[in-house]
């Protein structure tokens, strides 16, 4: 079946620095999307993409996906505390059902 | 715009016992979709629903989790009877509609199986 890849697992930033997840398939996607999670609630959109090669921003948050079709990246710059959280990739493939990572949890030192 | 609603936030209950969730989705979504998350681990599919009919039950455990969205709205997820690597979180999300559509998601349920 469809499978996601996010690693490392964990990532320590300090407050201010930019931060880069990456998320990566073994077979193609037709759309990423990338979810912030927060202790004791449901994932939180954060951004969509459609189309390969498409680089779109919300706010301080980037995300592109990859050309192959195979890959997406997320990357937030000057971090500030409440970025602290659990960081989904998420992705449909052929069978048009949403298929999860297992996620990043970053801590961002004050 | 209200969000995704789920009730109750919390439950705790022992093994054989039965349990239900409910949702109420965004208003007009049409598609609605129950996950259930384990701890360290990514949301996971058990059912999607299109208004009232079923579109993806693949994954949903049968001869113990059943679910219903009788009115093409609200929808309802039991567990009977339950077992204790039931203990997840239950998430519950609509989308406008079916294939590639961005989905929102509800606070979840938080079940403990003892």
């Known amino acids: 079946g469809q499978q996601l890849n996010q690693s490392p697992q964990s990532m320590f930033i300090q407050e201010g620095e930019d931060v880069s997840m990456n998320c990566t398939s073994s077979?193609?996607?037709?759309?990423w999307l990338w979810y912030k999670q927060d202790p004791g609630e449901g994932p939180v959109l954060l951004i969509a993409?459609?189309?390969?090669?498409e680089l779109t921003s919300n706010g301080r948050l980037t995300a592109q996906f990859g050309i192959t079709r195979k890959d997406s990246f997320l990357n937030i710059s000057a971090s500030i505390p409440s970025d602290v959280g659990i960081y989904f990739c998420?992705?449909?493939?052929?069978?048009?059902?949403?298929?999860f990572g297992k996620g990043i949890t970053l801590s961002v030192r004050p | 715009e209200a969000g995704v609603a789920q009730s109750p936030r919390y439950k705790i209950i022992e093994k054989r016992q039965s349990v239900a969730f409910w949702c109420n989705p965004i208003?007009?979504?049409?598609?609605l979709y129950w996950y259930q998350q384990i701890l360290g681990q990514g949301p996971k599919l058990l059912i999607q629903?299109?208004?009232?009919?079923?579109?993806?039950d693949s994954q949903l455990p049968k001869d113990r989790f059943s679910a219903e969205r009788l009115k093409g709205v609200d929808s309802t997820l039991k567990i009977q009877p339950a077992k204790l690597e039931d203990s997840a979180v239950y998430l519950c999300?609509?989308?406008?509609?079916?294939?590639?559509?961005?989905?929102?998601f509800g606070p979840g349920t938080r079940l403990t199986v003892l």
């Open positions: 998420a992705g449909t493939g052929a069978n048009s059902k949403l298929t």
């Open positions: 999300a609509s989308s406008l509609w079916t294939s590639g559509s961005e989905q929102f």
């Open positions: 993409l459609y189309k390969a090669g």
């Open positions: 629903f299109q208004n009232n009919g079923v579109v993806d």
């Open positions: 077979s193609i996607f037709n759309t």
């Open positions: 208003s007009g979504h049409a598609t």
